[in-house]
């Protein structure tokens, strides 16, 4: 499936991601976090239970993260993710610990690694972009009972064909081989320039 391709590169390729969580207040809080495992259940982290992070996760069940691999922004890849997390406690820890051998210098002996607990992310919603490509290269994916919420212009059937939108799309992503013209989803950026460009506001944003 492909949601396990986008999930395995960011285990495996990416493998270091910044999370975001909201505070008692309502407001966004960053921290990084290393992907550690996947399988067809979703992503597996893990973090010490004395850690505000911890509380944070425990309050909403909820998290969002981002990880990028490239030398710069041009050579770049970028997979988010967001979505519902449970602790799995103990269960998970001997496991991920094994397959991400470096958690021992972190957490050397037996006693330290009782402050760790496991969370699996295992339901949500993410988004790929290589940018790399040109045009760039975008997709959307879903896994366990995650529903979509990505964002996406339509061309709808008022329509022209006038093709006023074409200079103003930076991926040259609109084909206008018919009409109405169709945007192809899987280069766009989702900048809008469409929607706010065309005469006949042919255009609709979804999502």
């Known amino acids: ?31 990084a976090i290393d992907i550690m495992d996947h399988d067809e259940n979703g992503l597996y982290f893990l973090t010490a239970k004395g850690k505000s992070f911890y ?27 967001r979505g519902k997390v449970c602790e799995l406690g103990n269960e998970r820890v001997e496991v991920l610990i094994r397959k991400n ?20 992310l295992y339901e949500g919603s993410g988004e790929w972009f290589d940018l790399s490509k040109k045009p760039i290269e975008r997709a959307s994916f879903t896994f366990g009972s995650g529903k979509s919420k990505d964002i996406s212009y339509l061309i709808t059937n008022a329509c022209t064909g006038c093709r006023s939108c074409e200079a103003a799309c930076p991926q040259g992503c609109i084909d206008f081989g018919s009409v109405p013209a169709v945007i192809k989803q899987g280069n ?9 460009i065309c005469p006949q506001k042919a255009v609709i944003r979804k999502g």
Do not use: W
């Open 188 to 196: 766009c950026l989702s900048c809008g320039n469409c929607i706010t």
């Open 55 to 81: 509380a944070r996760l425990k309050k909403d069940g909820y998290i969002s993260l981002t990880g990028i691999k490239g030398s710069d922004t041009l050579s770049c890849t970028a997979l988010s993710v």
């Open 101 to 120: 051998p470096y958690m021992n210098k972190i957490y050397p002996t037996a006693e330290s690694k009782k402050a760790l607990t496991a969370f699996l």
């Open 1 to 31: 499936m492909a949601e396990n391709k986008y999930l395995n590169y960011l285990q495996k390729e990416i493998h270091t991601t910044v999370a975001a969580t909201t505070d008692n207040n309502g407001l966004p809080v960053t921290c």
